[in-house]
């Protein structure tokens, strides 16, 4: 198995769209703003030849990847006091961390 260092650019690049739409969906405007970055990054990165920048940013765009997956939660707005927070089976959440469920702040 390859690591995510070795990961061609390509296949970084699908794997950041897809954790995007996983992390915003529903949700078009942060979808149309992270897809432009994502284009963005891999336009300006284009005509990198140096093999040690290319991994460099390969790396980053992985951790990247990584975090939109594990660590990014959509919260909706239910009533004034309320919001609903949608998880995914890809939701990491840390070992001290409390269980996810809300509750009043009042």
């Known amino acids: 198995a390859s690591t995510m260092a070795q ?3 390509l296949r970084l690049y699908r794997g950041l769209f897809r954790a995007a739409n996983l992390a915003f969906r529903d949700d078009a405007p942060a979808l149309l703003e992270a897809h432009g970055k994502i284009r ?3 336009e300006t990165n284009k005509a990198l ?3 040690k ?9 992985s951790e ?3 975090i939109l997956t594990e660590n990014v939660l959509q919260a909706r707005q239910r009533d004034e006091d309320n919001f609903e927070l ?4 890809k ?3 840390p070992d001290n961390a409390p269980s996810p469920k809300c509750g009043s702040n009042k």
């Open 49 to 51: 030849s140096d093999a």
């Open 7 to 9: 990961q061609s650019p």
């Open 64 to 66: 990247i990847q990584a």
């Open 53 to 61: 920048q290319i991994q460099e940013q390969i790396k980053l765009g």
């Open 40 to 42: 963005a990054a891999f």
């Open 91 to 93: 939701t990491k959440f």
């Open 86 to 89: 949608r998880f995914h089976d």
